[in-house]
């Protein structure tokens, strides 16, 4: 299957790596800064191969039946509607998109092409998250009382000096969109996905040259019935701490933790069909950063579900549940006051002044 990658920044080398894992055939290379190109080329021996500077170009002459978008969050949505456009399937690194009206489009343009499009939360491949996921799916919970989700992170100067985009309502938004949106998407995605309404807070406490949050709370009301606990910031002292999220039922409950939740940490169901001990042995992985092991099973996937003619495991639909999410708790926020779901307009550019103007950086 021909295979082209665009943006070759920070998350660049897991999509890599997974194409290459899985026999894609690379036929093109894309960023708009040539040495971050050839040094991806150099570490994953991928010469000989076309680079471009234009990814419209690159379509064009290389055809590649899945692209994959790297780029910063602000672009992925004009990128994927032109690779939609030209027949390519995509797989759209997280936030889907900036905007609930771009995401909208990128969906309805998917199917009126006749292609496949893949949210890129690839945590929902993690073998921890699978086996909750199973548990859940089996209603070994019984009725689910309430989850949440902490997202405890370090971001500080050296972080965002590299790239000016990060941190903008325009391309980026905040720690909420950036940084946590992954366990966000599992948090909405355990408790039930439709959600009643979102209460919440956001500040930026310790960042004063972004323009977006760095520390958001909130408290959801799902549907069902149960209830969501969302905590994410980038201001913790002084590396990463912890990226967790706990499900509570009725006869079950569970805790999933580590760099980026690959470790079953509490595993405990009423109806004991499973030693608890050896779950905890058996799920316990160590990636070496927050990215996790996701991405490779993730890309599996989606040449299966494009070989199947099946939708992907994660759809455009739920990085749009993703992105939901975190406006929800943006709006809310401004507002000071609940906002109820389904939202049917909302972009990060509505909170464009929220927290006055960056300092600018030295």
Known sequence: MRYALIGCGRISPNHIAAAKANNLEFVGICDVNPENMHDKI???????????????QMVEVEKPELVAICTESGKHAAIALDCIDAGCN??????????????????????????????????????????IRDAVDKGRFGKM????????????????SRADWRGTWEQDGGALMNQCIHNTDLLRWMMGDEIDTVMGMTDKLNHNYIEAEDFGMALIKFKNGSYGILEGTTDIYPKNLEETLYLFGEKGTVKAGGTS?????????SDQLDDPEEVMRQFHENPPNVYGFGH?????????AISSDR?????????????????????SAAEGQPVKLPLKECSTMDFVGRFGERKVMK
Do not use: M
Request: glycine share 4%; aromatic share 14%.
């Open 296 to 304: 490779t099973p993730l890309y599996e996937d989606v040449i299966d």
């Open 145 to 160: 009382f309430y989850g949440t989700a902490h997202i405890r992170w370090c971001r500080d100067w050296n972080y965002y």
């Open 311 to 331: 939708d992907p495991y994660v759809t455009g639909v739920d990085g749009r549940r993703a992105l939901e999410l975190v406006l929800a708790v943006y709006k």
């Open 42 to 56: 150099l570490k994953f021996e991928l010469d000989p191969i076309h680079t471009y500077t234009d990814y419209k």
């Open 90 to 131: 995509v797989i759209i690194e997280k936030p889907i998109a900036l905007s609930l009206a771009d995401a909208d489009e990128i969906i309805r343009r998917g199917k009126e092409k006749g292609v496949k499009v893949c949210a890129n939360h690839q945590n929902r491949f993690n073998k921890s998250i699978q086996k």
């Open 261 to 269: 939740v690959n470790r079953i940490e509490e595993w405990r169901f």
